[in-house]
């Protein structure tokens, strides 16, 4: 860690587990939930936050002091905005299929909280490479969760991963399906995603109790 | 008709909050009482309704592919629908601040109860994505993109108020710390998005499944695979009553 101080570091490994930005600062889960029946929409929409909030950041950052704070938000979304514009026509041109799945989800980054959350709670106050490595962070803790939801919706519900089928073939009766596995076809409807999130909560907050909220 | 039909249908089969998640963080944080959660509800219903038909006209006359047909020929062939996403955010986010002017001036009261939420509903997903399906779903006409905003922000609106009232009497319960307090609530909202699931058979007119349930091809294959065994077997059993008959 000879490139980053250990204050640094702590601003890219805090959010991927004890300041998760979904599980504990509650903020993206819009975006978060719909999208993850697929392992490999939830990859590509975790790189997509992940390249936004980093250079959204960094230019909220460099404009912190130039700005007027009263039209603060419209020009954050401006930023945010013309970012995702970039990664959707990015997705339009070499993934089509793939933006055809995420369909308007993409246009959702713009409103995904944790992008404003992050300007208004970091962007705003610190210089470039922290506010840089605090959005990568976050952005990598909100990939992180969106992986895990998918890679269980796919297994258990498709029983593929990146649509390449794990489990054997459903239909010939090969792996585990010769023994009478059936694929979970509860997993792959919308409301699974959430009660997958609410598992994955409580799994982290019986591990760490400091983050138990008070009722 | 169409328009009856769009109603039930934004407000309990394509539901913003259990079908499509949108408003997600707002629905979480502003939830843990039933007063408030009128409060934010009603505003949703109303900056829906205000520019779910503003964005359908942009769209329909700036946005769409030779939409600017309208100025002449010449213009005709202009496709600047990779511009929607910045447009329709900078009118939700002018459209929420001018309401915000105008109430306060005219209505002190209905500000008081409605005020504190309309900046928090700028940056809501549930009215950026409201306008986002009206354009994905090309909703045809004026009159039912303002059904369709009014009718997905009362979709939402009742979806908080559910959430808000459980949420106030499950205070009492015993439920296991850890998941005390967001676990929960995801749960139940996963629980209550199960139930608004069984809203799809609902559908009039059109035979068009509600998004989500196509079946997978695998599905399909094995319904083939079925169907040719049956009608094999019927087969089978045909000729076993033709030589019992003989």
Known sequence: MALLSKKDANLILDPLADNNPITIQVLGICSALAITAELKASVVMAISVIFVMGIGNVVISLMRNIMPSKIRIIVQLVVIAALVIVVDQVLKAYAYDLSKTLSVFVGLIITNCIIMGRFEAFALGNGIWRSFLDGIGNALGYGVILIMVGFFRELLGSGTLFGIPVLGDPIAKTGLYSIGYENNGFMIIPPAALIVVGVIIWVQRSRNRALIEEA | ?246
């Not at chain 2, 979480?28 to 007063?35: E, F, Q, R």
């Not at chain 2, 990779?82 to 915000?100: D, N, P």
């Not at chain 2, 949420?167 to 749960?187: C, D, H, M, Q, W």
């Open chain 2, 1 to 246: 008709m169409e328009h009856v039909e769009l109603f039930f249908k934004s407000i309990f089969i394509d539901n913003m909050v259990f079908a499509v998640f949108l408003g997600m963080c707002s629905y979480l944080a502003v939830s843990k009482k039933v007063s408030t959660a009128v409060g934010l509800g009603a505003a949703v219903i109303f900056v829906l309704g205000v520019t779910v038909p503003l964005n359908w006209l942009l769209d329909q006359y700036l946005l769409q592919d030779g939409a600017l047909a309208w100025l002449g020929p010449e213009y005709a062939d202009y496709n600047l629908s990779f511009l929607s996403f910045i447009l329709f955010i900078a009118t939700i986010a002018t459209m929420v601040q001018l309401v915000e002017i105008v109430v306060e001036k005219f209505s002190p009261a209905l500000y008081n109860s409605l005020g504190i939420f309309l900046p928090l509903i700028a940056v809501n997903c549930a009215i950026l994505g409201g306008s986002l399906f009206m354009q994905a779903r090309e909703i045809p006409s004026f009159a039912l993109a303002l059904n369709y905003g009014i009718s997905s922000g009362i979709g939402w609106f009742l979806a908080i108020l559910a959430i808000a009232a459980i949420r106030e009497k499950i205070r009492y319960s015993n439920v296991p710390a850890p998941l005390r307090g967001l676990g929960i609530t995801f749960i139940i909202t996963g629980l209550m998005g199960i139930g608004f699931q069984s809203f799809g058979g609902m559908l009039t007119g059109d035979n068009e499944p509600p998004e989500g349930t196509v079946p997978t091809t695998a599905e399909k294959a094995i319904e083939e695979k079925e169907i040719k065994k049956e009608i094999e077997e019927d087969e089978k059993a045909v000729s076993y009553n033709d030589v019992i008959n003989e």
